[in-house]
């Protein structure tokens, strides 16, 4: 699979839907909730098009989607995007992948007028790899707030300024 | 009117919906585009009641609203809560109001098992009142991102535990 070729599209279709559940749940990084929250923003897309606020970006090796993802304008902001969701099938981590997509991402993000991009995550132990990650990529912490999603779990604010 | 008694009230009413914007406006403190947004929040409580992730505590001097919060549960968190909007009409300001309404307001969170309170506003000048306001009020200021709403004017998260 190394050999072959990552390609990027910005599309969604309906098979997307039950891809990002199988990535997402590759990882078994995210809580059983964080599942329907991120597949009703795929369906969002698919349903309302160009004029959804979610946009994607997917990565696809043999037409199978590895990697993806989720972003979005802030409202009430002039260039600040969210970075809502970045997953990568746990089949293909190790490969820079996440690299490759995110550096993508903000090729978009750029286009679309965006000069700021958050990524928000938990303080707990258990998403240090994703912290380390954010940092990997670019990402500087800027902001915590402790206890935030509950006590002793903060919400940890990645910042990548374009 | 000092001598008239603040009465707090939980339901809103139709009439409510003027009467924010009415507060708003006297303020000279919002955007434009920040009013159709308060409004639609009380619109979405009227519509929904009980079901909207929107709550509100008015205080009212003879019948007539003069000061309001609005409020909600943040999702994906245990017991956090966002402050919407606390405004209170410029002919009561300085009475002492916002202290009272924001204590209220903490009163009913705490009631809903919230624990913490995040109240959001902007790092400019312009709003150097809001933030002092909030730290008289007993909100921190735990969090800023720089130029987050625009190039020069950051979000600064002040926040309260219950």
Known sequence: MQDN???FRREVMPEDVEAVREMILST???YDFEVPVALELVEDRLESGQNSDYHF???DIDGKPVSYTCFG?????E???????IVTH?????RGIGR???EETHRI????GGRLVVAETSSLEKYAPTRHFYTRIGYTKEAQIDDFYKEGDGKVFFVKRL
Chains 1, 2 share one sequence.
């Open 28 to 30: 078994g990084f995210f």
């Open 73 to 77: 304008p802030i409202a009430g902001s």
């Open 5 to 7: 070729k990552l390609v």
């Open 90 to 94: 746990n089949n293909c981590r190790g």
């Open 57 to 59: 970006v997917f990565a």
């Open 100 to 102: 490759l997509i995110i």
């Open 79 to 85: 260039g600040s995007f969210d970075l809502y969701w």
């Open 109 to 112: 993000i750029s286009g679309m």
